[in-house]
């Protein structure tokens, strides 16, 4: 297999992305690894640019938490004060305040 030293076209990632399959029990250190750890940055940064991740709202962010047990809604009450207030930042009515910004942080 000829050596992968770019990742141009969506062919070029798909046999970039082969290759680090084939390469993810490579020993630490050896060239394998190093041929993995090449061939990540290339696939990260075709990725960034062809399919980049847009940022989540935050009320979808809170969302999440909530949903997936990270964080209880009493958790977050004692950072906003009252539920009327939860709900319009959930809502997106009301701007989340510091307190509440690092908990997502900290997500």
Sequence with gaps: MAEITQVLTEADYE???ARVSELL??????????ELDRLSTLVEIYEAEHYPIEQPEPAA????LL?????????MLALVGSDAN???ILAEQE????????LLYEG
Excluded: K
């Excluded at 701007?95 to 690092?102: D, F, H, R, S």
């Design 15 to 17: 046999a970039a992305l």
């Design 25 to 34: 029990g490579a020993e630490p250190y050896s060239s394998g690894d190093e």
């Design 61 to 64: 962010v809170l969302e999440f």
């Design 67 to 75: 949903d997936q047990e990270m964080v209880t809604r009493q958790h």
């Design 86 to 88: 939860l709900d319009a």
């Design 95 to 102: 701007p989340i305040p510091p307190g509440l910004a690092q």
